[in-house]
């Protein structure tokens, strides 16, 4: 009966050794295409004015807690501007979509909303690029910080921007 009991206990441990000691499945985190609940990510599209040699565009760093979200905003006017730490961040559960409020030096507060795209791989702004509502602002996720930042592109011709183009001279040769 004792020899039953000590073979029975030595195949359980036995067993329980070869379970700890067997190699973990890999599980992959599940693909919501959102933003991870934890963590930091930053979306820029930061570039450099190939004949001024100053920054362009803006770059969004959220970090996400467990008690909050935090948002800084860098954008350029000129020269790139010191961050502005956001407020009222909110994001929906599916990580989807998110807007914040800031309020940059010597500005007007705004808010400033997007989605998510590309699973996860871009944010696209809500409002226009270059001053055309119809073409969005898509800032990419930024996975390799030691970048260097590229040559900022001229905006796209569109037929908004010829007509502002148009209406420029023609209004000034009125004054």
């Known amino acids: 009966m004792m020899m039953k009991r000590r073979a029975a206990f030595g195949a359980m441990l036995l067993a329980s050794c070869a379970v700890l000691a067997a190699p973990k499945a ?5 693909a ?5 609940r934890y ?25 996400r807690f467990a008690e909050v979200d935090t948002v800084l905003y860098e954008y350029t006017a000129g020269g790139l501007s010191w ?9 929906d559960p599916r990580g989807r979509q998110m807007y914040f409020t800031v309020r940059p030096p010597d500005e007007e507060e705004r808010t400033i909303s997007g989605k998510i795209a590309d699973g996860g791989k871009t944010l696209v702004l809500d ?3 270059c001053g055309d509502e119809a073409v969005p602002m898509r800032l990419p996720l930024v996975t390799d910080f030691g970048r260097k930042a590229g040559t900022c592109r001229a905006c796209p011709e569109t037929k908004k ?4 183009e148009v209406e420029a001279p023609a209004s000034e040769a009125a004054s």
Do not use: W
Not at 26 to 30: E, G, L, T, V
Not at 32 to 36: A, H
Not at 83 to 91: E, G, K, L
């Open 32 to 36: 919501t295409g959102g933003l991870p």
């Open 161 to 164: 921007n010829k007509e502002k």
């Open 127 to 129: 409002g226009g690029y």
């Open 26 to 30: 890999a599980r992959k985190p599940a």
């Open 39 to 63: 963590g930091m990510v930053v979306f820029s599209d930061l570039c450099i004015h190939a004949d001024s040699g100053e920054f362009g565009g803006q770059r969004i760093t959220l970090q």
């Open 83 to 91: 961050p502005v730490v956001a407020s009222d961040v909110n994001i």
